[in-house]
């Protein structure tokens, strides 16, 4: 399978009333087309920024970005991104906030409309077509926001801990959307998350960041866990929530023990 992205030695530092942080260093990562990957780390190790200098919102200090060969310099349509605010626009319906992307790449209005009900569909929502943002369930609303993204069908799909304001049981239930998505449209997903069990349920891969500066320490393969009743209570599923929380513990205590020295300067 060939790399759809590629960072190499990527850092990004950041410059501020006379002080620079190094967020980024040294990052080096493949992720394979058609791929999903989740990222896990501390608080503060540089996640978020990973993927705002994958989105080209940002540009990195050094190193360089590629996506399909092509170095990153801004956004772009081939990626979609959805954030953990569901960013919608109030006064648009369901279906107006799927068409908002597909009107910056000048879709007729007759198929911008039969596209957008065709992923509010895929991702659940038929029959809410025309309720408002403040009608909808917060898990509704991150429905149509990853709708939105699919929508003008980018080849990368940028999800930071898009369901890290969801309650447990509606959580859950996305996942299991996000997968099913996943697998039927063949989308590259690259997904942040501050949850090991999330990143073990989700991802193929998971790539174990350090407190910052952020580094990639080790990216760990998931297998394909067998569909029984209840996949998190596999002993498999443990072994591997166990690994991840192992390589993650020492960076968490290293990113406290620096919060706390810089509280006492």
């Known amino acids: 399978m060939t790399a759809k992205i590629v960072f190499e030695n990527v850092g990004k530092v950041f410059r501020a009333r006379g002080t620079t942080v190094t967020a980024l260093q040294e990052i080096n990562l493949d992720v394979k087309d058609g791929e999903f990957l ?10 978020s920024t990973l993927l705002d200098l994958l989105g080209g919102l940002t540009e990195p200090s050094s190193g360089r970005i590629l996506v399909d060969g092509k170095p990153v310099t801004g956004p772009g349509l081939d990626r979609g991104v959805v954030f953990q605010q569901y960013a919608l626009l109030p006064w648009r ?44 369930s917060g ?8 709708a ?33 998505i996943q697998e039927l449209t063949g989308k590259t997903v ?38 029984s009743e209840d996949i ?5 599923f443990a072994h591997y929530r166990h690994e991840i929380w192992t390589l993650l513990r020492d960076e968490v205590d290293k990113a406290r023990h620096e919060e706390l020295e810089a509280t006492r300067v």
């Open 38 to 47: 989740v990222i896990v780390g501390p608080s503060g190790c540089g996640k």
């Open 93 to 136: 319906t369901a279906q107006g906030n799927v068409e908002f992307g597909l009107e910056a790449k000048h879709v007729p209005r007759r198929e911008r409309a039969a596209k957008a009900r065709e992923y509010l569909d895929l991702v659940g929502l038929s029959g809410f077509h025309d309720r408002y943002p403040h009608e909808l």
């Open 139 to 146: 898990g509704m609303k991150q429905r149509v926001a990853i």
């Open 148 to 180: 939105r993204s699919l929508a003008f069908d980018p080849d990368v799909l940028l999800m930071d801990e898009p369901f890290a304001a969801l309650d447990a049981q509606t959580r859950d239930g996305l996942q299991d959307e996000l997968l099913r």
């Open 190 to 227: 690259v997904f942040i998350t501050h949850g090991i069990e999330e990143a073990v349920y989700l991802g193929r891969r998971v790539a174990v960041m350090t407190s910052r500066p952020g580094r990639i320490k080790q990216v760990v393969d998931v297998p394909i866990f067998s569909q």
């Open 232 to 236: 998190r209570s596999d002993p498999q």
